[in-house]
Nanobody, 117 residues
Framework: QVRLVESGGGLVQAGGSLRLSCAAS????????MSWFRQAPGKEREFVAR????????YYKDSVKGRFTISRDNAKNTVYLQMNSLKPEDTAVYYC??????????WGQGTQVTVSS
């Protein structure tokens, strides 16, 4: 089993920055990819960014390209999401997801990001 704990959310003005962290513990040796999703009130959860644990390839939702950066620290089993030039439409609960070989992905509890205009 894998446990994911997100942190770093908060309230920020439009144009500001936040850095989210997601620390994985437990059977982390089977993690091959980690992703960030978000869910705004009344909307479905959507993909934001992904990083592959081995080669470090990254993928982003089009609307966050150039503003968000996903990175990882393999030694700490932690993935980060640096969010710059935040917009009110980025307001959501941000969830970390770990892709595990041979089983369903694991999810964190989420961290609230609120961007005021």
């Amino acid at each position: 089993q894998v446990r994911l704990v997100e942190s770093g959310g908060g309230l920020v003005q439009a144009g500001g920055s936040l850095r989210l962290s997601c620390a994985a513990s437990g059977r982390t040796f089977n993690i091959y990819v980690m992703s960030w999703f978000r869910q705004a009130p009344g909307k479905e959860r959507e993909f934001v960014a992904r990083i592959y644990w081995g080669g470090g390839s990254t993928y982003y939702k089009d609307s966050v390209k150039g503003r968000f950066t996903i990175s990882r620290d393999n030694a700490k089993n932690t993935v980060y999401l640096q969010m710059n030039s935040l917009k009110p439409e980025d307001t959501a609960v941000y969830y970390c997801q770990a892709g595990i070989t041979g089983t369903s992905p694991y999810w964190g509890q989420g961290t609230q990001v609120t961007v005021s205009s």
